[in-house]
Structures are given as C-alpha cells and as structure tokens.
C-alpha cells in the first residue's frame, strides 16, 4: 500500500447522519450531508459548509484537512473518522478557532450530483438576479 492510499474499508463516499454538537434538522439543508475519503479531490458537506478535504490514512483511521465555506465565510479545520465493527464511521470535525463536533456517518453511493465548490467570499457581495 502507498503511505498516501486511502484504505479500501474507508474508501468511498460517507453519508453523515448526524453529530453531537449542531442540529440534526438543517444537517442536509444544502443538499445530503456527506463525505469522501478517495484521496483524490475529496469534499465535506453538511449544514451550509462546502469544503475541499485533503485525506490521508493513519494507524487508526484516516485523518483529513479541509477548507471551504460556511455560508460564504471562509473556514478550514480538521478531522478524523474510525471504522467501527458495524461498519459505521464515527468522527470527529474541528473548525479552525471555532467549534468542534464528532459524526457519524455510514456508506453510501458517489452521488448523481456534483457537489458545487465552496463559494468565495467576494460571491455574498455580488447580485444575484
């Protein structure tokens, strides 16, 4: 296995399903809250934060670096996920200065759908017609 390789029990698309610190009602209010861990263009979304994931495995899991946007306020942060036996993801995420949740999330298809690139911030101040 490469030292960059994501796992293959990791590898794919992850559907979060809930987390311990924000609310489970809007967690899919941008589209289906989710995660991939490819090792190749990966993304995060849940709530309205869209960010680009940089994943890499350690000896527990895999570990991630993101950045993106919550709303069009740019944000980054880290994480981390494990595999537990029923084949669950529990994970944690930490926004840079802010605050920090686990999740869990199970597997699930490459969406039909594209997900969309974080916004920029210069995007909140342009009209939208």
């Known amino acids: ?13 992850w559907r979060i399903t809930e ?3 924000w ?3 809007d967690i899919d ?9 490819t090792g190749d263009d990966d993304q995060l979304r849940m709530f309205v934060l869209l960010a680009n994931v940089n994943c890499y ?3 527990t899991g895999v570990s991630f670096r993101w950045q993106g946007a919550w709303e069009y306020d740019p944000v980054s942060g880290t994480g981390s996920v494990k595999l537990h036996k029923d084949g669950r993801l529990t994970g944690r ?6 605050d920090e949740s686990t999740f869990v999330a199970v597997r699930m ?9 974080p916004p920029s911030y210069s995007d909140k101040w342009r009209r939208r017609w």
Request: glycine share 6%; with cysteine.
């Open 23 to 25: 609310c489970k009602d």
């Open 29 to 37: 209010i941008i589209g289906t809250a989710l995660i991939s861990l």
């Open 109 to 117: 298809e490459e969406p039909d759908e594209p997900i969309p690139d």
């Open 1 to 13: 296995m490469e030292e960059k390789e994501i796992p293959s029990e990791y590898y794919g698309w």
């Open 57 to 59: 495995p350690t000896k």
């Open 19 to 21: 987390t311990s610190q």
């Open 93 to 98: 995420i930490k926004i840079k200065n802010g």
